[in-house]
Nanobody, 121 residues
Framework: QVQLVESGGGLVQPGGSLRLSCAAS????????WGWYRQAPGKQRELVAG???????NYADSAEGRFTISSDNAKNTVYLLMNSLKPEDTALYYC???????????????WGQGTQVTVSS
């Protein structure tokens, strides 16, 4: 079984910073792509940041310049460093991994359970 577990969310004041982590475990052969998504109440889930195995990154316009996605391949872990946080960043943040698992002929997507980020004074 493949499992993704996020951590690092919490309550932070506007202008503050948080670093989210997501660790993947299980019978993983290779992780090809990481993504961080967020969903606020009443809104669609949106991609915040993406990272490919080649090291290419992409960010939502709202996150560009403030957020940084990175990974530690030895730990099968992805991070999202969030700086200059704004109230509109408040959401449930999910990590996503496109990976190959032992016994599967496909590259499948897996999701974490989500971690809450609340930006408020």
């Amino acid at each position: 079984q493949v499992q993704l577990v996020e951590s690092g969310g919490g309550l932070v004041q506007p202008g503050g910073s948080l670093r989210l982590s997501c660790a993947a475990s299980g019978n993983i052969v290779s992780i090809y792509e990481w993504g961080w998504y967020r969903q606020a109440p009443g809104k669609q889930r949106e991609l915040v940041a993406g990272l490919t195995s080649r090291g290419s990154t992409n960010y939502a316009d709202s996150a560009e310049g403030r957020f940084t996605i990175s990974s530690d391949n030895a730990k099968n872990t992805v991070y999202l460093l969030m700086n200059s946080l704004k109230p509109e960043d408040t959401a449930l943040y999910y990590c996503n991994a496109g990976l190959e698992a032992i016994g599967s002929p496909y590259v499948n997507e897996y999701w974490g359970q989500g971690t809450q980020v609340t930006v408020s004074s």
